[in-house]
């Protein structure tokens, strides 16, 4: 589904009408989310949780979460207003 959101949102790595650094961090972003998926899949609730995290590294996965869905947010809004993409294109995919 990220990658869905991603071409939605015009955040593709290999985009070459973005910036060498803005691909870079981009593809850091990219890496940020799998991370979390994968810490989801085996400290959270979710499942069966194998690992307890400790409270450094649980701090580390929220405020990761919570910079990466700000960032996909105000992309969302800041396309939206460039008329790139509406409300109806993204339910209907």
Do not use: C, W
Request: proline residues 3%; aromatic residues 6%; without cysteine.
């Amino acid at each position: 589904m990220f990658k869905r959101v991603r071409n939605h949102l015009n955040l593709d790595p290999s985009n070459e009408t973005l910036q060498q650094p803005l691909q870079q961090v981009v593809s850091g972003l990219i890496q940020v989310v799998h991370g979390l998926n994968e810490v989801r899949n085996v400290s959270g609730d979710g499942h069966v949780r194998k690992v307890n995290p400790s409270l450094h590294s649980a701090l580390l996965v929220v405020n990761s979460a919570k910079t990466a869905v700000n960032f996909l947010f105000h992309t969302y809004e800041y396309q939206r207003s460039l008329g790139r993409i509406t409300v109806n294109e993204l339910s209907s995919s």
